[in-house]
């Protein structure tokens, strides 16, 4: 049954895992998800990985991907990506709350930015 259960990566899973996911493509798929900013339900390409993860790639995210792995999501099989948090540019560090946001790259290029970032 825990299969069926959907675990998103979102910011609280990030930090969960330390501010870094890294994960191999299972599938790449269409699916109508609610947009939570206009109320309706618009087809977005959701990121299956191997071990149950999915991911809705933001715009960022769907451009790093294109730019690493190429526009055919088939292609995309198999390959591993590591998805990451990094402190918002201009953030200031006494702010209450620092927002925070995630990109994708290549596993590699990941773990470097995540040993760099100090997040």
Sequence with gaps: MTKHLRRWLNEA??????????????????????????????????????????????????????????????????????VYLYRKPGAKRDEKRVRHVSTVASFTEAKERTANSGS
């Design 13 to 82: 899973s990030f930090r969960d895992m330390g501010g870094a996911y890294d994960g191999v493509i299972q599938a790449v798929t269409e699916e109508l998800v609610h947009n939570r900013f206009t109320g309706q339900r618009t087809l977005q390409p959701i990121i299956h990985f191997d071990d149950g993860w999915l991911l809705l790639p933001n715009l960022t995210q769907r451009k790093a991907l294109i730019e690493i792995f190429g526009a055919e999501t088939d292609a995309w099989v198999g390959d591993r990506i590591g």
